[in-house]
């Protein structure tokens, strides 16, 4: 694995911050040419460092205020349990994150939903229907005075 120097480190930050900055603002920032800043990010991209670009949308403008984080239990510990949990959000549309968590629960969700009684739809008849699943705690999100994720 090639270790990231002081240069790709730098254009890592800029484009944190500013997925869509064009090349030739960004060398500049970094203090590359623009073919070299170019080749740099091409690098980036090829090596699997810079997985994609995507947009930060508004979440009350597309219906998804309502967040929860959902931590999830399941009855049994086997793989087949777990593939099959992991399926099944999959395919839900509320869920945007699913990791699987060491510690109390095997599952940590991140949810975004219209509002409460959306949230509690799914938690109803999506995973209240998880043969696996022992146990839902869910943690509603009241602000979020930091979040840095694209």
Do not use: W
Not at 56 to 65: C, E, M
Not at 71 to 97: D, N, P, Y
């Amino acid at each position: 694995m090639d270790k990231i120097d002081a240069i790709s480190a730098a254009i890592l930050r800029e484009l944190e911050v500013d997925g869509r900055i064009s090349n030739l603002e960004l060398s500049e920032k970094v203090g590359l040419s623009p073919s070299a800043c170019l080749r740099r990010v091409q690098d980036l991209e090829r090596r699997g460092v810079i997985r994609g670009y995507r947009a930060r949308l508004d979440p009350v403008q597309t219906g998804r205020s309502y967040v929860v984080y959902v931590a999830v239990g399941l009855s049994e510990h086997s793989k087949a349990a777990q593939e099959g949990f992991e399926r099944a959000m999959m395919t839900a549309a509320e869920v945007v994150e699913c990791h699987n968590i060491a510690g109390t629960f095997e599952y940590l969700l991140r949810v975004e939903a219209r509002d409460l009684p959306s949230y509690k739809n799914f938690h109803t008849n999506v995973l209240g229907t998880v043969p696996a699943v022992r146990s839902i705690t869910s943690h509603i999100v009241m602000s979020s005075p930091k979040d840095v994720r694209a």
